[in-house]
């Protein structure tokens, strides 16, 4: 019997493909068949993500050169895509921007809204939203002047919630310098929520559904005081591990979610209905 979640014959393009969860979603589509194309702005990275793929799952994996910020490129690859694959059945708008907390934690004076610059405002929409939007125009145009496709917009647990600014706090540092998960991160995440159910309206007769995976954090060797304390605004007192999207990014871009469009589904431990 035919499975629900078979991609066999379906070509799927993940942006920001050589990312940390932009690899884990491309090898998801992998194993239920897809052939997937990772792109990326990075294109070393996004060849070796592919070349890597392509050994394990022994199927066909492009890697290309993406930038979602330009119309130009964006066209390119698309081109690019159709020449390999002739189509595109799926797309995952997964490119970002998202300051990560490392040994440092996050830059303090930057973050701050009181000090975050109009250029970085303006670049990270550029990426996170607007990149989302040109994605989407001209590959779910392709999809939907074809009868059907998938948009997948990946959000955050940020997109229902604000952050709590507590977790980032530093010891004997002023107030006026404390580190912050900068303003941009919240509105492109909810951003993204508005432009899934715009897109899932707009373009539900030509067959194309659209929706959003809201991830919680992901647990990627942050340093230990800030794993303790955002596991302990968790229920279920942990982060997720990188492989914990894989279900749902299988659930979200294949038939077994043929009745589900401009929806958000939150992935989180529980954190956001505290």
């Known amino acids: 019997m035919e499975s629900i979640y078979d991609l066999t014959g379906r070509v799927a393009v993940i942006t920001g ?3 940390l969860l932009g690899a884990q979603h491309a090898a998801a589509l992998t194993e239920i068949g897809a052939s997937v194309v990772v792109a990326d702005i990075r294109e070393e990275t996004a060849r070796v993500v592919a070349e890597q793929l392509a050994d394990r799952c022994h199927q066909a994996v492009l890697a290309v050169s993406f930038d979602v910020t330009d119309p130009i490129s964006i066209r390119r690859g698309y081109e690019e895509v159709l020449t390999h694959f002739e189509r595109v059945d799926i797309l995952v708008n ?8 490392g040994q440092d934690g996050l830059a303090s004076e930057n973050t701050r809204l009181e000090n975050f610059a109009l250029d970085q405002w303006n670049r990270e929409i550029a990426v996170g939203l607007t990149g989302a939007f040109l994605c989407s125009k001209l590959l779910g145009g392709h999809m939907a002047a074809h009868g059907r ?13 604000a952050p709590d600014q507590r977790i980032y706090r ?3 540092v002023p107030e006026c310098l404390q580190p912050v998960k900068p303003v941009t991160y919240s509105v492109i995440k909810t951003g993204l929520i508005g432009l899934t159910r715009y897109l899932a309206s707009y373009w539900a007769a030509q067959g194309v559904r659209v929706n959003a995976l809201s991830p919680g954090g992901v647990y990627s060797g ?3 005081e800030f794993v303790v304390r955002l596991s302990s605004l968790i229920p279920m007192g942990r982060m997720a591990a990188v492989s914990e999207y ?11 979610s043929s009745y589900m469009t401009g929806q958000n589904i939150v992935i989180d431990g529980g954190r956001s209905i505290l």
């Open 246 to 256: 894989k279900g749902a990014i299988q659930f979200l871009c294949s038939d077994a």
């Open 149 to 161: 496709g998938v948009i997948l917009n990946i959000a955050s647990d940020l997109s229902v919630v």
């Open 94 to 101: 997964n490119a970002a921007i998202d300051p990560k907390v």
């Open 170 to 172: 530093k010891e004997g």
């Open 17 to 19: 493909g050589g990312g």
């Open 222 to 224: 942050q340093p230990d």
